[in-house]
Structure formats: C-alpha cells, structure tokens
C-alpha cells in the first residue's frame, strides 16, 4: 500500500480525470503486486477452491465476521450503570437511511425486560367507555401501517454544550436511528375503547424494570402514533422494546415507550417518577422548559469523519451525510468547506420522506488543504438548523437536550479529522 504523501500517487491523483474513481482501479493493481498475496489477481482466490456451508448453516443470518467494527458503543463514564444507560448507531458506517436493526442505539433505564409475547397484555383504561386488555395476536388483527421514521434521543449531542468533546460521529450524533415500524394506529385502538369527551391527555407505561411512565396529549395520540409490534420487517428486538411499542414520529425519543404494557386516558399530564422525568430544559435564567417534544432538524456529515479520514490524499472524495426533522420533511442540506463562509446545496437522495432519515451527498475535490466541514439542514415547516452560537443565545450552556446546532469537522493536511466548535 502506497502511503498517502508519497509523490508518485499524489501525481497520479491530480491527473486523473475524475479523480478516485481511476486512482481505485490503478491502486488496486499495485497493492496486489506489492503484497504478494495468493488470495489477488491474477491467482484464483482461497475462497474459490472449496464449497462453502450450505443453506442450514445460518438460519439467522449474521453480518460478515469481516464487519466487526461495525457495533454499537457506549461511553462508560456518561451513566453510572449499564442497565440504566445507552449505546450508540454507528452512523459513520451505515448507507442509505434504513438503520439495520442490531445496529439502533439503546437506550433503556432499567435494562432490557425477557417479555415472553404469550403472556404480554396491552391496557387500555382511564378515561374511556369500555376499558380494554389486548394480547399480542388480539393486535395484529387490527388494521396495520408501516412507516418509515426516525427515532432521537433529545439528548443527543447533548455532551457539547459546552465544547466539542466526543471524538467520533457515533458518539457527537449516534442516539438517532431510522426504522421501517409495522404496528396499529393508536387512534384505531382509542376509537375501540371509545374515549371520553373530557380527555386530553394519555399515560403510556413500559413493562420494564423502571416501569417508565410518559404523558402524551392526546392530540398526538389521536394524529400518527403507532402501536408497533415490528421493526424493519421483523418482530422489534428486544432492546429496541419487544414485543410491543409506542412510535410517536418526530418527538422526544423517551414518549417512545418500549416494552408498552399500559395506556391511561386522562384529562392532564401525571407527575412522573423522578428518574424518569428529567427531560427538562434548564434556561439560562435558571427556568427549565418542559414538554418540548419535537425534534428540530439537525443534520451531520457521516464521511468523512473522525472515524472516516481523508486517507488517499489529495483529489476525489465524496462528502456523505444525514439529516431529519421532526417538523416533517427535509428540504435543503447545505455544505460548507470553509466553516460556513460559503454554502453548497448537497444532492438529497430520494424517497424524501417526512420525521424520517435523508441522505445527502455532495462530491469533493480536496486540494489538500485544510477544511471546515459543516452541513446545514432545513425542513419543509421552514425551519433551519442553528448555529451554536445561535443555539446558545437562546439556550445557553446548562442545557443537557436538544442541541440541534450546525456541527463542525476540521479537516487537517493529512486528512484526519477532528471534532472543533467555532464561533
Ligand atoms: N419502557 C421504556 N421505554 C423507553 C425507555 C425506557 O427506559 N423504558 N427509554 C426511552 C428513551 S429515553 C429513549 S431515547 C428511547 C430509545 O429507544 P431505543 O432504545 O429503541 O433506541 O426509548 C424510550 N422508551
Ligand atoms: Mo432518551
């Protein structure tokens, strides 16, 4: 392997036409002469010379023992338990806008529950004329929908208030995912139970060890919360809230209750249990907002990245990237090279779907030098994602959720990539 400063190869990166594309092939030929390794051409690969393990071999399919790095990650100092603690999407190695479903961020506050679906029940009560207990197969009888939508942690990102401090994509951006969810309209199971005039809002409780409870207004219940029993086509894994739960698109990841076991009807939000009712937004002036359910648009680059360098030196690269909204659909995702001097609207890849993942890409010519890498994202409600500074006039710097801000990439002269916030 050549390194990236060696001049030969840099030479051969500006001659070339469009840049990588040319350079991959070219490289391809030198490295396997170089290596001297029996599996590259012109030799018949190991791989090729014996059968491989038959159709039974694998009933549940892994991803290839090659892709190890490709796991969730946790951060061991930001809880002081595991069971009531979360992990991280590692966004810097996905594609597309589907989060395969091993690879969601968990985050759980009492560990994951063993609920066998046999013995699991739904409650719907309260505020209702006929107070009703659903089994799992009672559910999928009703009318089902399956949407696309992303699922966020407010606090995501919220560890840079103050300053950028995580060294990785996965860990400044990873407590979002996106999932195809499979379930019965809540509305549909409200309308079976008939609720009453007086309610506005409802109670949703998981069967968890932390029996985390939400209050969710009604209104929302009513518009496009879904009562999932399926993840990305397949019943939702456990740590993701099996067998059964709540998808409220766009808002607060926690009103997204796992492990659903209990919805009451009632006529205003209850107290909930103080460890899980700190999602608050401490103000600058010492007040703290509470019920700030939407997810504003925010957006990243996930290539390049700390953990995705510009390791080929100068010339063609691809800037690849997400961004989502919980006020709808993606409009416009600009890039900036120079820390936000001057902006370029990157391609957005279709379907654009609404409170879901978009990606976006946007190509590079690196002359090698230094760079700001920024995206800037704005959805269809006319919202635009902030600056930090921005973000802290209003919010200042105690806040622990919803830091949406324009995110910030230092690319070096020798192509790694660092986490900086400027003003
Ligand atoms: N029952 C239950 N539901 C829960 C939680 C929990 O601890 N218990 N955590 C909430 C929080 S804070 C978030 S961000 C999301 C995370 O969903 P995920 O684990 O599928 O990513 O689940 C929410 N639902
Ligand atoms: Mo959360």
């Given at each position: 392997?050549?390194s990236p400063?060696?001049?030969?190869r840099?030479?051969?990166?500006?001659?070339?036409?469009?840049?990588?594309?040319?350079?991959?092939?070219?490289?391809?030929?030198?490295?396997?002469?170089?290596a001297?390794?029996?599996?590259?051409?012109?030799?018949?690969?190991?791989?090729m010379?014996?059968l491989?393990?038959?159709?039974t071999?694998?009933p549940?399919?892994?991803?290839?023992?090659?892709?190890?790095n490709?796991?969730?990650?946790?951060?061991?100092?930001?809880?002081?338990?595991?069971?009531?603690s979360?992990?991280f999407?590692?966004?810097?190695?996905?594609?597309?806008?589907?989060?395969p479903?091993?690879l969601?961020f968990e985050?759980?506050?009492g560990?994951?529950?063993?609920?066998?679906?046999?013995?699991?029940?739904?409650?719907?009560h309260?505020?209702?004329?006929?107070p009703?207990?659903?089994?799992m197969a009672?559910?999928?009888?009703?009318p089902s929908?399956?949407?696309?939508?992303?699922?966020?942690c407010p606090?995501?990102g919220?560890?840079?208030w103050?300053g950028a401090?995580?060294a990785?994509?996965?860990?400044?951006?990873?407590?979002?995912?996106?999932?195809?969810?499979t379930?019965?309209?809540?509305?549909?199971?409200?309308?079976?139970?008939?609720?009453?005039k007086?309610?506005k809002w409802?109670?949703?409780?998981?069967?968890?060890?932390?029996?985390?409870?939400?209050?969710?207004p009604?209104?929302?219940?009513?518009?496009?919360?879904?009562?999932c029993?399926s993840?990305n086509?397949?019943?939702?894994r456990?740590?993701?809230?099996?067998?059964?739960?709540l998808l409220v698109p766009?808002w607060?990841?926690?009103?997204?209750i796992?492990?659903?076991?209990?919805?009451k009807?009632?006529?205003q939000?209850?107290h909930?249990?103080?460890?899980t009712?700190?999602y608050t937004d401490?103000m600058?002036?010492?007040?703290?907002?509470?019920f700030?359910?939407v997810?504003?648009?925010?957006?990243?680059?996930?290539s390049?990245?700390?953990?995705?360098?510009l390791?080929?030196?100068?010339?063609?690269?691809?800037?690849?990237?997400?961004?989502?909204s919980?006020?709808?659909r993606?409009?416009?995702?600009?890039?900036?090279?120079d820390?936000?001097?001057?902006?370029?609207?990157?391609?957005?890849?279709?379907?654009?779907?609404?409170?879901?993942?978009?990606?976006?890409r946007?190509?590079?010519?690196?002359?090698?030098?230094?760079l700001?890498?920024?995206?800037?994202?704005?959805?269809?409600?006319?919202?635009?994602?902030?600056?930090?500074?921005?973000?802290?006039?209003?919010?200042?710097?105690?806040?622990?959720?919803?830091?949406?801000?324009?995110?910030?990439?230092r690319?070096?002269?020798?192509g790694e990539v660092?986490n900086v916030q400027?003003?």
């Amino acid at each position: 392997m050549t390194s990236p400063n060696d001049p030969s190869r840099r030479r051969f990166l500006t001659s070339s036409a469009i840049g990588g594309l040319t350079l991959v092939a070219g490289a391809g030929v030198g490295e396997a002469m170089a290596a001297g390794d029996d599996n590259l051409p012109p030799n018949v690969p190991e791989w090729m010379k014996t059968l491989g393990p038959g159709v039974t071999a694998n009933p549940y399919g892994n991803p290839s023992a090659y892709e190890k790095n490709t796991i969730r990650r946790n951060v061991p100092w930001l809880t002081a338990t595991e069971e009531s603690s979360i992990n991280f999407t590692p966004l810097h190695e996905l594609d597309g806008i589907i989060t395969p479903s091993g690879l969601c961020f968990e985050r759980h506050h009492g560990g994951v529950p063993d609920i066998d679906p046999e013995q699991h029940r739904l409650m719907i009560h309260g505020l209702v004329d006929r107070p009703l207990i659903f089994t799992m197969a009672d559910l999928m009888r009703f009318p089902s929908v399956s949407r696309i939508h992303f699922l966020e942690c407010p606090a995501n990102g919220g560890m840079e208030w103050k300053g950028a401090q995580m060294a990785g994509v996965q860990f400044s951006h990873g407590m979002v995912h996106c999932c195809e969810w499979t379930g019965v309209k809540l509305s549909t199971l409200l309308a079976e139970v008939g609720v009453k005039k007086s309610a506005k809002w409802i109670l949703a409780e998981g069967a968890d060890a932390a029996a985390m409870t939400r209050s969710i207004p009604l209104a929302k219940a009513m518009d496009d919360i879904i009562v999932c029993y399926s993840q990305n086509g397949e019943r939702i894994r456990p740590e993701n809230g099996y067998p059964l739960r709540l998808l409220v698109p766009g808002w607060e990841g926690n009103v997204n209750i796992k492990w659903l076991r209990r919805i009451k009807v009632g006529d205003q939000p209850w107290h909930h249990r103080e460890e899980t009712s700190k999602y608050t937004d401490l103000m600058p002036d010492g007040k703290a907002r509470q019920f700030t359910f939407v997810q504003e648009a925010n957006s990243v680059i996930t290539s390049p990245c700390p953990e995705k360098p510009l390791k080929h030196g100068k010339g063609f690269y691809e800037i690849r990237g997400i961004a989502w909204s919980g006020y709808g659909r993606i409009k416009k995702v600009d890039i900036s090279t120079d820390g936000g001097m001057n902006w370029r609207s990157a391609e957005l890849q279709g379907p654009v779907l609404s409170r879901c993942l978009t990606r976006f890409r946007l190509p590079l010519q690196w002359d090698g030098r230094p760079l700001l890498l920024q995206s800037r994202a704005a959805d269809d409600s006319g919202y635009v994602q902030p600056s930090i500074e921005a973000l802290r006039k209003v919010r200042g710097f105690n806040s622990i959720y919803h830091k949406n801000s324009i995110h910030t990439w230092r690319v070096r002269p020798d192509g790694e990539v660092e986490n900086v916030q400027i003003a």
